[in-house]
């Protein structure tokens, strides 16, 4: 008897599937969100110079009122 070798090919397919319109989405709400950071912080730090510059939070309060009403 002979001895017979069979080899079997095999082929395997990875496909990998991204959704863009999700990538995009999420690149934006990266965006959105940076740009509500800064702007926050710009105010704090705008609130805190406001409150040195005029005395205190106090102090802050009655400038702002005074400018408002204008007395």
Not at 1 to 30: C, F, H, L, P, Y
């Amino acid at each position: 008897m002979t001895a017979t070798n069979t080899i079997a090919k095999t082929r395997t397919n990875t496909r990998t599937s991204v959704d863009t319109r999700a990538e995009v989405s999420r690149g934006a709400m990266i965006s959105i969100n940076t740009a509500g950071a800064v702007i926050g912080m710009w105010a704090f730090a705008s609130l805190v110079g406001g409150m040195v510059a005029a005395g205190g939070p106090v102090a802050l309060v009655q400038a702002w009122f005074s400018a408002v009403v204008g007395m």
